[in-house]
């Protein structure tokens, strides 16, 4: 699946990642949980090709063992933050996009229902209580969603509405609603990758952890991340930074994939629906 690369460019979608994707990068690198994940039986759930570009995913039985890692049901862990199917539960990830589907009236525009259904790939996951979720794709973007209201997936046409869930959380929903524009942009995907220091922290912890699994040294693993004339400099010299450095990254790392993931996902809230 993952694993050591001999390029740091491999890296490079990670800059992508909200931190919904970058908790299922940690979490994808958990023993545990990949003992757990290859428990599952195809017959678990039920994937259909539908129109445009949506599945749909219906489970055969409860999920109990992926919702002890706070997942739906078990993605494919070889896939990346960008690929997966990864949807959270709700109790878990409070900053889910909210959307209420309503009948939409003949000749009514509905241009958040329309585009998304034209430019993004779409994963719509209905949960053994019948709550429906989406997981939206395009332009590096992904976007977890919950709908209330009707079904999506109902015969007559309907529209989507966005839903700030609590006023405490709105300036939260706000920047994840922003994030989630990316998806619309057609110039997004040729975007010159743009580190910030929180990505930037996490890349390189993600990539401590794939050195360290690979059996790098903290050297090796300074010199992939930024060149080894720059790691070997610092290593010959007296400062101690560059070492206490890797070795940060890699106890970060250690930490996020063996639970401290959920703290990327936000702290637990009950959704207020606004009128």
């Not at 959270?88 to 409070?94: D, K, L, M, R």
């Not at 991340?225 to 560059?242: F, L, N, T």
């Not at 070795?247 to 993931?261: P, Q």
Request: aromatic share 8%; net charge negative.
């Amino acid at each position: 699946m993952h694993g050591h690369s001999d390029h740091l460019s491999a890296y490079d979608y990670c800059w992508l990642l909200s931190d919904s994707r970058w908790a299922w990068e940690f979490l994808r690198r958990n023993e545990d949980f990949l003992r757990d994940a290859n428990l599952r039986s195809a017959d678990d759930l039920s994937f259909v090709p539908a129109c445009h570009q949506i599945t749909l995913v219906r489970p055969r039985n409860a999920q109990t063992l992926a919702e002890r890692w706070g997942l739906a049901f078990f993605p494919e862990p070889e896939h990346d933050g960008l690929e997966a199917d990864a949807i959270w539960s709700g109790g878990i990830y409070s900053r889910r996009v909210h959307t209420h589907i309503a009948p939409r009236a003949p000749n009514e525009a509905s241009e958040i229902y329309d585009r998304t259904v034209a430019i993004c790939r779409i994963t719509h996951f209905t949960d053994m209580a019948g709550r429906e979720h989406l997981l939206l794709k395009g332009n590096g973007c992904v976007i977890q969603v919950i709908c209330t209201g009707m079904s999506l997936l109902a015969r007559e046409p309907v529209k989507l509405s966005m839903v700030i869930d609590s006023l405490d959380e709105f300036q939260t929903k706000l920047k994840t609603l922003q994030r989630a524009q990316r998806v619309y942009d057609p110039q997004a995907e040729a975007e010159i990758p743009e580190w910030t220091r929180h990505s930037l922290a996490l890349r390189n912890a993600l990539v401590a952890l794939d050195c360290h699994d690979a059996g790098k040294t903290y050297f090796e693993t300074a010199a992939f991340i930024y060149g080894e004339a720059r790691a070997r400099a610092a290593w010959d010299s007296p400062s101690r930074a560059m070492k206490d450095e890797m070795k940060r990254a890699l106890a970060r790392a250690k930490e996020l994939r063996d639970g401290g993931y959920a703290s990327l996902l936000g702290p637990v809230q009950t959704a207020l629906e606004l009128a």
